[in-house]
T-cell receptor
Framework: NAGVMQNPRHLVRRRGQEARLRCSPM?????VYWYRQLPEEGLKFMVY????????ESGMPKERFSAEFPKEGPSILRIQQVVRGDSAAYFC???????????FGSGTQLSVL | AQSVTQLDSQVPVFEEAPVELRCNYS??????LFWYVQYPNQGLQLLLK??????LVKGINGFEAEFNKSQTSFHLRKPSVHISDTAEYFC??????????????FGQGTRLTINP
């Protein structure tokens, strides 16, 4: 049973481009969480999704950021018109249900030039 | 609202020495506390957790932590560290977001460096 898979591991974008980060949860997991780790800071919650639903997006910036978890396929975190301040490690975690143990992916390191 | 403070951003220790990584929390609801470890270029792994019961919690790789309600602390300890323990360690408290869903609130992290 493969763990939580995130790709790409490293993503380089120029300012103004779009970044798409993908997360495939563990088999049998229908709950996905996205966290952002900024340099010199801890991990910050961004969004919690179940299949086809956004449950809690209180940690998402109001503009340019969106997330989805379709019925089929991975969860996608999308950042439009990236800026240098978006450079960070983005971690995805999945679980089987509400309040169940979280399993984390290895993260995607986004670098904005 | 819940919050976590890790008092040390970096902790250098010699191999086989004991180590303590400090964590203080604030929470207005029932307290569930966690320590996660992030090895270089890897995701987070759960080291240990406190949900209820005994205040001394044992985790993987010889780590343990003690929940102290009066001091609102959850410090992580290991009596003798190894080079392989070099990693970033995150303390976290379980918060509640929309729909009552779990939402981990993390500290800033402590970088543990083991020197030979």
């Amino acid at each position: 049973n493969a763990g939580v898979m995130q790709n790409p591991r490293h993503l380089v974008r120029r300012r103004g481009q779009e970044a798409r980060l993908r997360c495939s949860p563990m088999k049998g997991h229908s709950h996905v969480y996205w966290y952002r780790q900024l340099p010199e800071e801890g991990l910050k919650f961004m969004v919690y999704l179940q299949k086809e639903n956004i449950i809690d997006e209180s940690g998402m910036p109001k503009e340019r950021f969106s997330a989805e978890f379709p019925k089929e396929g991975p969860s996608i975190l999308r950042i439009q018109q990236v800026v240098r301040g978006d450079s960070a490690a983005y971690f995805c975690a999945s679980s089987t249900g509400l309040n169940e143990k979280l399993f984390f992916g290895s993260g995607t390191q986004l670098s904005v030039l | 609202a819940q919050s976590v403070t890790q008092l040390d951003s970096q902790v250098p220790v010699f191999e086989e020495a004991p180590v303590e990584l400090r964590c203080n929390y604030s929470s207005s609801v029932s307290v569930y506390l966690f320590w996660y470890v992030q090895y270089p270029n890897q995701g987070l792994q759960l080291l240990l957790k406190y949900l209820s019961g005994s205040t001394l919690v044992k985790g993987i790789n010889g780590f343990e932590a003690e929940f102290n309600k009066s001091q609102t602390s959850f410090h992580l300890r290991k009596p003798s560290v190894h080079i392989s323990d070099t990693a970033e360690y995150f303390c976290a408290v379980l918060g509640r977001g929309a729909e009552g869903a779990q939402k981990l609130v993390f500290g800033q992290g402590t970088r543990l460096t083991i020197n030979p």
